[in-house]
């Protein structure tokens, strides 16, 4: 699985060096008023400190609950015995709200969010990012990349595997073919730091559609649910005359098949290795297949 798809910049490298895990999980708030903000803070228990954000008023608040008299902690002196009272009678705390200031790290990535959304017009959870595969790509390994088409990446694990880490290795090239040099910096530090600061909502989804030489395609998707990390879309390839690669066998692998000479031996070999009846022929530039479902088993043969 490959770890890191996009860019990282000097100015990230400040924020690889936080935490591992998540350090702050802010919660979406649909806040258009003070008064919202207020209730929406006052919804958690007295003394827990979190952070709220609006899309909308384009705001990220770090805020504090705590008692509305000023009063200490209810399970401490005098105090407890006013708090079990009150918890026997029915009768709620009142609380009150101190806003925070936002620490300047996570101003930072708001704000990030705030720019790629405005960018590309649409939902976090949205963002498409393309990249077209040089014939001659070899990666730092050597490995010929280039020549790797979507059926290779399906037929042949460690082929996904290798191209994972060319991407990894072009992050640079990739974001500059998509964005402006100072939006492209901004995206790949959300995408860098996605596991260090996870909002709740609308989370970073970045589905990026790789373009080999041959004209085939696949999708890889990078988002917060698989903490930043990309995984290839199953299902996504396309070959270079546009048929669905295959992955699974149910009754929608039904249909014909035109394929051209370049892609006969992979459509065969994906095929024949799902258990697929196939009758392939004896020429080698037999193009048009006819599938069929019956309800188990897909049979193919040449038409």
Not at 66 to 87: H, I, K, N, T, W
Not at 99 to 124: G, I, Q
Not at 229 to 234: G, K, P, Q
Request: net charge negative.
């Amino acid at each position: 699985m490959f770890k890191a798809f996009f860019f990282l910049t000097a100015a990230v490298l400040s924020m690889a060096a936080m935490s591992a895990k998540a350090d702050i999980h802010p919660a979406r708030c649909d806040c258009t008023t003070e008064q919202i903000w207020e209730n929406r803070a006052k919804g958690y228990a007295i003394g827990h400190v979190g952070y709220l954000y609006s899309f909308a008023t384009r705001q990220l608040r770090k805020f504090e609950v705590v008692y509305a008299d000023g009063g200490g902690d209810p399970l401490r002196g005098g105090e407890e015995d006013r708090s079990r009272q009150a918890g026997e009678d029915g009768l709620s705390v009142a609380t009150a709200v101190n806003w925070l200031p936002v620490e300047p790290r996570y101003a930072t990535y708001f704000n990030d969010m705030l720019a790629v959304r405005d960018y590309f017009a649409r939902p976090l959870s949205g963002i498409p990012i393309s990249y077209e595969m040089p014939a001659n790509a070899v990666d730092s390994r050597g490995n010929p990349v280039g020549s790797y088409n979507a059926y290779g990446l399906v037929n042949t694990p460690a082929n996904s595997n290798r191209l994972e880490n060319y991407l990894e290795e072009r992050r640079a090239e990739i974001m500059g073919q998509n964005v402006a040099h100072g939006l492209a910096n901004k995206l790949s530090a959300l995408l860098q730091s996605i596991d260090k600061v996870i909002a709740d909502g609308e989370l970073l989804k970045v589905a990026t559609t790789v373009t080999f030489s041959d004209g085939g395609k696949m999708e890889f998707v990078m988002s917060a649910d698989t903490n930043g990390e990309a995984e290839r879309t199953e299902g996504s390839g396309v070959d270079s005359n546009d048929n669905s690669i295959r992955e699974q066998i149910n009754s929608s692998a039904g249909g014909y098949y035109e394929i051209k000479p370049g892609d006969l031996d992979d459509f065969y070999q994906n095929m024949l290795r799902q258990g697929v009846t196939i009758t392939r022929g004896s020429g080698s530039r037999i193009l048009r297949y006819s599938c069929i479902w019956n309800g188990t088993r897909l049979s193919c043969s040449i038409q």
